[in-house]
């Protein structure tokens, strides 16, 4: 039977992506689509996924041949503040069941997400270092860390082939961002369009290190398919592309829709923001593997905004 990709959390905002384009590169026949929640709509197959029940990702690993898994599922920073306990499961459990699958060798390559989360209020916060301090201030950032330990402790002591990047806030316009700190800067892009204006739950000055999807996608799929011999970090890389605040971002947007409104509003989520670095030294990914990302604040502006409007815009009838 012919070697599979299994993609767990496919319903999410990098899944869902993520999916499209290894359907593209290695045809609908050879990516497999997971999610607790049913039907992620997709042209590859799909199965619908506890990613804490092993057993069910078991059989699923064994029915279709796969051989390389991208575990996405996770709960993510503002979520998880509400349900500690859970996070920690669901976060860690989810890992465990993967590189132990690898570690029998049932599988033989995982991806698996780590985030800038993993930083706290006493790590530098300017061009934050790849080794450097790091505890974590929240339940996400906890299990990333120690995810990331995990990952490397596998790879040194099972040769585990487990590759991670620390994902800085991702910025798209196909799919939703579901529980996270920097959902904002996705959820502005639509309510300028629907409502021209917006309400922010970050402080206006509040600066983060963003990305834009594609830029993203890509960093991911280059890593995977580099030689496991240029992998020199088997914890996770850092990955950066562009640091904004929400000021930066609406005046922005209004170079577009000159009458847009930002408002201020913060809740808890701030005290999060504030925990987390402005910027990201991503130099290793650029040396190890030749990272370059393509989009700035400006050109993400303008493709977000085309791309939202078209998705939205009425289908002429000839
Ligand atoms: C979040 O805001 O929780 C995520 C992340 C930075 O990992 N987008």
Same mark, same amino acid.
């Given at each position: 039977?012919?070697?599979?990709?299994?993609?767990?959390? $496919?319903?999410?905002?990098?899944?869902?992506?993520?999916?499209?384009?290894?359907?593209?590169?290695?045809?609908? *026949?050879?990516?497999?689509?997971?999610?607790? +929640?049913?039907?992620?709509?997709? *042209?590859?197959?799909?199965?619908?996924? *506890?990613?804490?029940?092993?057993?069910?990702?078991?059989?699923?690993?064994?029915?279709?041949?796969?051989?390389?898994?991208?575990?996405?599922?996770?709960?993510?920073? $503002?979520?998880?503040?509400?349900?500690?306990?859970? $996070?920690?499961?669901?976060?860690?459990?989810?890992?465990?069941?993967?590189?132990?699958? $690898?570690?029998?060798?049932?599988?033989?390559?995982?991806?698996?997400?780590?985030?800038?989360?993993?930083?706290?209020?006493?790590?530098?916060?300017?061009?934050?270092?790849?080794?450097?301090?790091?505890?974590?201030?929240?339940?996400?950032?906890?299990? +990333?860390?120690?995810?990331?330990?995990?990952?490397?402790? &596998? &790879?040194?002591?099972?040769?585990?082939?487990?590759?991670?990047?620390?994902?800085?806030?991702?910025?798209?316009?196909?799919?939703?961002?579901?529980?996270?700190?920097?959902?904002?800067?996705?959820?502005?892009?639509?309510?300028?369009?629907?409502?021209?204006?917006?309400?922010?739950?970050?402080?206006?000055?509040?600066?983060?290190?963003?990305?834009?999807?594609?830029?993203?996608?890509?960093?991911?799929?280059?890593?995977?398919?580099?030689?496991?011999?240029?992998?020199?970090?088997?914890?996770?890389?850092?990955?950066?592309?562009?640091?904004?605040?929400?000021?930066?971002?609406?005046?922005?947007?209004?170079?577009?829709?000159?009458?847009?409104?930002?408002?201020?509003?913060?809740?808890?989520?701030?005290?999060?923001?504030?925990?987390?670095?402005?910027?990201?030294? *991503?130099?290793?990914?650029?040396?190890?593997?030749?990272?370059?990302?393509?989009?700035?604040?400006?050109?993400?502006?303008?493709?977000?905004?085309?791309?939202?409007?078209?998705?939205?815009?009425?289908?002429?009838?000839?």
């Amino acid at each position: 039977m012919k070697n599979r990709i299994l993609v767990i959390g $496919a319903g999410g905002q990098i899944g869902s992506e993520l999916i499209m384009e290894l359907c593209r590169i290695f045809g609908n *026949d050879s990516v497999v689509a997971a999610d607790i +929640k049913p039907g992620a709509g997709t *042209d590859c197959p799909f199965e619908t996924l *506890d990613v804490m029940n092993g057993k069910a990702m078991l059989d699923i690993i064994k029915k279709y041949n796969i051989r390389e898994v991208y575990l996405l599922a996770a709960l993510l920073s $503002a979520t998880a503040e509400k349900f500690p306990d859970k $996070a920690w499961q669901l976060n860690m459990e989810g890992l465990f069941h993967v590189l132990n699958l $690898a570690k029998e060798k049932i599988i033989d390559k995982i991806f698996w997400p780590s985030s800038i989360a993993v930083f706290g209020f006493n790590t530098p916060k300017q061009n934050t270092p790849q080794f450097t301090v790091m505890e974590p201030s929240t339940v996400y950032g906890i299990s +990333k860390q120690a995810g990331e330990r995990w990952c490397e402790y &596998y &790879y040194r002591r099972y040769n585990v082939d487990v590759r991670s990047l620390r994902y800085p806030g991702l910025i798209g316009y196909r799919s939703a961002p579901g529980g996270g700190t920097t959902d904002y800067a996705v959820h502005i892009f639509h309510e300028a369009i629907a409502k021209g204006s917006y309400e922010c739950f970050l402080k206006e000055d509040t600066v983060l290190p963003m990305m834009y999807m594609e830029d993203a996608i890509r960093a991911t799929l280059t890593l995977m398919q580099e030689d496991a011999g240029r992998v020199k970090i088997r914890s996770a890389y850092n990955l950066a592309a562009i640091s904004f605040s929400p000021r930066q971002i609406a005046d922005e947007i209004k170079k577009h829709i000159p009458g847009f409104k930002i408002t201020y509003k913060t809740d808890s989520r701030q005290e999060i923001a504030e925990s987390w670095p402005q910027s990201i030294d *991503d130099s290793y990914a650029r040396e190890h593997w030749g990272w370059k990302h393509k989009y700035d604040l400006k050109a993400m502006t303008a493709d977000m905004l085309t791309n939202i409007k078209a998705l939205h815009s009425p289908v002429t009838v000839k």
